[in-house]
């Protein structure tokens, strides 16, 4: 977590493309000292006729669900600036191709979120930062 | 949004069914008003052994998942209204294929959702019909 | 429901691999004498270029989401049981293969939750038992 699952057409995104949406994707978490690799971006690729928008097989098309687990934002503030960001990472893009896309945010609570086995450490916590610095999901015990 | 993910065996569905099954889909939520090209519906062909029900793999299956974000329903006689024409849609189509569906409305609030980098505008507003008008996302820079 | 999806690599899991892990996952909700019928597992095959984690393409990878409706955690006490016996499935299928894995459980109300067209009875209920005998879901008329 966070989990992006973008839902696409076969001609929206060559290989090359999506290996690079998945990396600024990765940034816009991992500067804000979330450990890289609780970022997990899924590209679903769906082929005619197996995606309609307005009962129409689109030609390019990108749907994503963005799933946020136990983090909620602060403030409308703190919302409105993430999904400022959201959009400075899609519409340069997105838009050049002349297509249509959207997203959406699905939140869960953390407390059933489990890595490996292991209970994810608290948010902004010393054993976080130990997961960030170590770069796996490490037991209290593995310290 | 509204978003149909449609998770199905290759034996459920031809691909002439597909498409129209995602035009009664759209005709539901046009019908009351909503910009056509809101609706978006996925069909998730699962070939076997990828999917499960009760343990064994179905010859034909649709699990459903109804996304819905920015509209809850007023009252429960407005959700089992909703409800009974999806039946509608649904029973007329699966039940004579002898086989077993299941769908359920999973909602995420719509403060997160943006499409082609826009906010969409307030259910019902003079600016989502000017959407629907135009069958386009328009900011309201461009009116 | 419950409905598990759990997108995967195609070198994570054999296909008699993925028909036991289904088993299991079947048997820890029948366990509790919940209809078999009710329980769905996906299996979602992403290839390469088509998954990263932390911005890189994982070999083994398992994403999963379980989604329950309809039925809430009574105490933290239950829920951290229900999570140990998930990991006392999936741990030691998974560690084996010197992989990393998550899961979470995404929660939805029950009330627009259907079985070919029925409304499911409620926990517990002598028409749930029917329907865990008859091994169908059946509506009230069909007793």
């Known amino acids: 977590m966070p989990l992006w699952v973008i ?3 076969p001609t929206t995104f060559s290989n090359e493309e999506k290996q690079e949406l998945a990396k600024a994707i990765t940034t816009l978490y991992t500067k804000v000292q979330i450990p890289v690799f609780y970022v997990n971006v899924q590209f679903l690729e769906l082929a005619p006729p ?20 136990a983090r909620a934002f602060d403030s409308d503030a703190a919302k409105k600036k993430f999904l ?18 959207e997203y959406f945010i699905q939140q869960a609570p953390g407390d059933t979120w489990r890595m490996n086995g292991i209970v994810p450490p608290p948010t902004g916590s010393e054993l976080e930062k130990e997961w960030l610095r170590r770069n796996k999901p490490v037991g209290e015990g593995n310290l």
Do not use: C, E, F, Q
Request: aromatic residues 8%.
């Open 7 to 9: 839902a696409h057409t």
């Open 50 to 69: 197996n995606v309609y928008v307005g009962g129409d097989i689109p030609d390019k098309y990108a749907g994503i669900t963005i799933h946020h687990i």
């Open 84 to 101: 400022d960001k959201v959009d400075s990472i899609l519409t340069p893009r997105l838009k050049p191709k002349n297509m249509n896309w």
